[in-house]
């Protein structure tokens, strides 16, 4: 890991400078998060009249059009632990299993499902181990959840407005929604007895880096998930396969992938990654521990760099809104860099600790224009303006960067980010 | 059991392969609950049970055996649980790092283009969230070293994780806090010893306050 880079996987000013981190890949039409180094491939081919002769025949496994070649960002200068969503592509709230982005500590471990199994122990009644089959003989849950890493926005956060040539993928990317399957782990806990003294349990993953997160008790009463399939198959590989835990609404280093084994104690852990990682310096000489929830968020995905817009006139301004703490209630979109607001439409379902989609009809004048949205949650709590989060975290705090974002639309119509 | 939070807290019934007693741990660590808190905790443990009290309960899966859980228990608490027997002295361990980690980290732990391990603040201030200039390392911001013991030996030297003996793994925890000038050259570590070491910067880490709600935080 870059020396430099300490927020959950951002881009060093380096790298960034460097100009590798998709900047260079978008523009001319390609999409952000092209790979460096792909040489761009001749345009796929279509018959003048796809009326005139028979189309292809089914096949086992579908693929998408050779036309649309999303691709998640990877960091290209050093072994990267990281891959960043597309959002500028996508439409809706669900994430294609294969574009969810993924970080991880020691690369992605082959794990053979019929050898997986899952420990439970420490302070219980009967300590146990879990097959995967066991795991998928309990009633199941499914739930469209997002998943967002703590450190995602923080280059924008601490860049102000000096990087305009970033897509909401490099800036934002790593945050995801998808439905998710498993076991509730309260039902496990109840199987093995878990003691009523029991306050935290550590969960421990079968990576290189032997994750370790400690998690309070009270989530896994509440809403925790032992999950082994997402959007609807097996869990892919770099999501946690065959079975990770999901912690709807919490930073996503939290939801420990390839998932061995959980302890139950009456104090937390103080493992590396909820110390030295995954913790909020903030001003008057403290730092915040065990920082899980996930503030409300919007985003802009359209119009958004490295877009350029055609010309004056209807244009649907489109974005994702999210937070850890329910629902959100409200997403507002000002044209005119913050002045005035006006309430964008929520798009059903509006789902609690998941990506809701946002729109609002914006007729362009042609004229330069900064394009900011807004979002509210169920607790009343509203996205910050960056002075704001500022003001309360300091300038270098790592970590839980939901600031409201701007892009201005210049005259040309070539949309920049604008800190 | 679970004490409150300026108590010493009892030690859980001892596993395998676990040594008690435990020291006790500081009073402000964030993560003991407070009165409200473990209330807050058993009313969310009633209200889960009630949710899923219309299902049987299953008696799928296994018993574990002490020696199914030994294998695979290998986290160390900040008041030292879980620590192996072993030990091993900063001069062995500066001989490891040299061998094994210095490629990575620098002679002096002040990191490559991976991770710094050593440096202090003047005056052991604090002051990450204001000023970039001073780098996150074990001596300026972690909280506890017996973590140090538990990350090296899962996860280091990255390309051979989990390969080091407990005496491998004491030597190498002492001579990074040797490098952070919190153990003198001639000291050494076990597991009596290890969850002992107060680190500077202890006492900075505060619970989360947020809590959703109109106030920015």
Not at chain 1, 56 to 85: N, Y
Not at chain 1, 208 to 229: F, G, L, N
Request: glycine share 10%; aromatic share 8%; proline share 9%.
């Amino acid at each position: 890991m870059a020396k430099n880079r300490d927020s959950g996987g951002l881009p060093s000013r380096r790298e960034l400078l460097a100009g590798v981190v998709g900047t260079a890949a978008v523009g001319a039409g390609a999409v952000a998060g092209a790979q460096q180094g792909e040489s761009p491939k001749p345009r796929p081919r279509a018959p003048e009249d796809p009326t005139k002769m028979q189309g292809l025949v089914p096949r086992p496994l579908g693929e998408r059009s050779a036309f649309e070649t999303p691709r998640r960002l990877v960091r290209v200068l050093e072994p990267s632990s990281s891959s960043r969503t597309p959002l500028q592509y996508l439409q809706g709230i669900v994430t294609p299993a294969d574009l969810h982005f993924e970080r991880h500590h020691g690369g992605i471990p082959n794990i053979d499902p019929e050898r997986y199994e899952l420990l439970i122990h420490g302070m219980v009644e009967r300590p146990q181990t879990f097959s995967l089959a066991d795991l998928k003989r309990f009633p199941a849950e499914s739930k469209l959840r997002f998943l967002e890493c703590s450190g995602n926005g923080g280059t924008a956060f601490q860049n102000q407005g000096r990087y305009p040539r970033m897509s909401p993928q490099e800036m934002d990317g790593l945050t995801s929604s998808s439905e998710w399957t498993g076991v509730p782990l309260k039902l496990l806990f109840r199987e093995v007895g878990a003691r009523p003294e029991a306050t935290w349990f550590l969960a421990e993953g079968m990576d290189a880096a032997v994750m370790t997160r400690s998690v309070p008790m009270e989530k896994a009463w509440d809403d925790a998930i032992i999950a082994y399939a997402q959007n609807g198959e097996p869990l892919r590989p770099e999501q946690g396969y065959p079975v990770r835990l999901f912690l709807p609404g919490w930073e996503g280093n939290a939801s420990v992938k390839w998932l061995r084994r959980l302890e139950l104690s009456d104090r937390p852990f103080m493992t590396r990654e909820e110390t030295s990682k995954y913790t909020d310096p903030l001003p008057g000489g403290k730092a915040r521990m065990f920082s899980f929830g996930m503030d409300a968020k919007s985003l802009i995905t359209f119009p958004t760099f490295p877009e350029r817009l055609g010309g004056p006139g209807w244009w649907e301004i489109r974005g994702i809104a999210w937070t850890g703490r329910g629902r959100i209630t409200r997403v507002e979109i000002s044209t005119d860099g913050g002045r005035n607001w006006e309430d964008a439409e929520l798009q059903d379902p509006v789902l609690p600790k998941c990506h809701v989609r946002f729109r609002r009809l914006w007729n362009w004048d042609g004229r330069e224009a900064t394009l900011m949205s807004r979002a509210t949650d169920e607790t009343g709590y509203v996205q910050p303006t960056r002075d704001a989060l500022l003001a309360a975290r300091g300038s270098y705090t790592r970590y839980h960067y939901n600031q409201i974002r701007s892009w201005r639309v210049e005259s040309d119509g070539q949309v920049f980010f604008a800190g | 059991m679970a004490a409150a939070e300026d108590d010493v807290v009892p030690p859980v019934p001892p596993e395998a392969g676990r040594a008690p007693p435990r020291p006790e741990l500081h009073p402000g660590m964030p993560g003991l609950l407070n009165e409200a808190e473990r209330e807050a905790l058993a009313a969310a443990r009633e209200d889960g049970l009630a949710d899923i009290g219309h299902l049987p309960e299953f008696g799928f899966g296994e018993t574990a055996s002490p020696e199914r859980i030994a294998a695979w228990d290998i986290d160390i608490g900040p008041d030292g649980e879980g620590l192996p027997p072993g030990s091993g002295s900063v001069e062995r361990g500066e001989t490891l790092y040299r061998l094994q980690c210095v490629q990575c980290h620098g002679a002096r732990g002040e990191g490559s283009q991976f991770e710094a391990l050593a440096g202090r603040v003047p005056g052991d201030r604090f002051p990450f969230a204001e000023d970039r200039r001073y780098r996150i390392t074990v001596g300026s911001y972690w909280p506890y070293a017996t973590t140090l013991f538990d990350y090296i030996r899962r996860a280091m030297p990255q390309a051979a994780p989990g390969s080091l003996p407990p005496d491998d793994v004491y030597a190498l925890t002492a001579f990074i806090l040797q490098l952070n000038g919190i153990l003198g050259p001639g000291d050494s570590l076990d597991a009596e010893s290890l969850p002992r070491i107060r680190m500077p910067a202890r006492d900075r880490f505060v619970r989360d306050d947020r809590r959703g709600g109109p106030e920015v935080r």
